[in-house]
């Protein structure tokens, strides 16, 4: 009291290193497990968990419909096999985006300029390795070994756009807006070979949204807003993918099954459901576990389930904006928009498919549908969005002293 200045307890712990077991991620905690616990954003890896479980019903509820499209006389799958699969990714995801979430932000930029320029060449590869699934010439390897480049090429190249655009802080008559759409043009062009014109727009839409960040003038936005429009047109009448899912949109030709049923098997639960494992239009609805999961969950835990999974997406979407509020670091905005801009993007899409109201994408439900490669690249997305919206709680704290 006689003028000397007392430390809180949790500084004079940590300098002392008197942290004792109950103490351990407690404030106090300056081990490197305890500094993440206290700079992670807790909520949004909440949110996360919550639709990684929710994600987990959802394909219970879908995986005996998938298993007996897939049965035949010599194989009979289980009539939870998707689920238990489903688990088995989920046990390694989720391990995956905590590690992702404790790299240093420096550390995540790097894995995720690395990981681009990894999953880039295998983009490029698929073409020439890779197999055929559905129609689709998407995937490379097979089995466990298989993986969708296109997919784990979507976070790594959030980061990679975002650590490019930021080079105009150092030096603003570097071409940069140029260079990052000569990259996302040749994205695009592997995708639609393949053909996934759904991914070719969803990373369109990344772009684009990062140009809005950066600050790009209101005349290019409108420009690139045209150039868009344009980009559906040519694509309408010269891409034979675009022509058949339009059409099966507008006119109800090929397509007429998917949608019409998707609808059908959203709204037959009514507001509260059927029951879990007692929906009936699942069993001829193609994909239900994947793609038109949204439309499973709508039938057996009804349109409310719906909208809380709506709203919960929202949710992350919100919190992912508020975390980014009070950034200084252009890099770390650009990156977090770009990935929040895919999660939440992709999400929109599939909803509004199962709706209706965009024609059908081949893309699935974010920590929902069932997917291996979707599991591990979706736990890569939110673990480099949780590193890089950490908060130190030290930098501010160690400044708090109590005086006598």
Known sequence: MNGERKEVP???????????????????????LGVWFWELDRVLLSLMMVLIAIGLLAVAAGS?????????STTQLSSLYFFYRQLMWVMVGVPLMLLVSMYPREQARRFGVFGF?????????????GRE?????????????????????????????????????????????????????????????????????????????????????ASRLWGLIISGVVFIVL????????????????????????DKMAMATLTNGGFFGLGPGLGIKK????EG???????????????????????????ILVRIIIRLLDEKDQFVVLAV???????????????????GVFPSKGMTLPFVSYGGSSILALSVTCGLILALTKRNPYLDRSQYMVKG
């Open 117 to 129: 320029c990894i999953f880039f060449v295998l983009l490029a590869l698929v073409p020439i390795i």
């Open 283 to 286: 069993y001829s609805l193609p």
């Open 133 to 217: 699934v559905n129609g689709s010439q998407r995937w490379i390897g097979a089995g466990f070994a298989g993986l969708q480049p296109s997919e784990f090429l979507k976070p790594f190249y959030a980061v990679a756009m975002a650590w490019i655009i930021s080079w105009r802080l150092k030096d603003p008559s570097l071409p940069v807006l140029f260079l990052s759409s000569i990259v996302t043009g040749l994205v695009c062009v592997l995708l639609l070979l393949q053909p996934d014109l759904g991914q070719s727009i969803l990373f369109m839409g990344t772009w684009f949204a990062l140009m809005m960040v950066a600050g790009v003038p």
């Open 64 to 72: 005996p419909a998938g298993a007996q499209r897939l049965s035949s």
């Open 235 to 258: 694509a309408y009448n010269f891409y034979p993918v675009a022509t058949q899912r339009i059409d099966a949109w507008i006119f109800g030709t090929e397509g007429l099954t998917h």
């Open 289 to 315: 576990h994947t793609d038109y999961i949204f439309s499973v969950i709508g039938e057996e835990f009804g349109l409310l389930a719906c909208m809380l999974i709506a709203i919960l997406y929202f949710a």
């Open 337 to 355: 928009t770009g990935l929040g801009a895919q999660f939440c993007g992709q999400a929109m899409i599939n909803m509004a498919v199962n709706l």
């Open 10 to 32: 949790w500084v004079l712990a940590a300098k002392t290193g008197k942290i004792g077991f109950a103490n351990r991620l407690g404030r106090g905690d300056r081990s490197p």
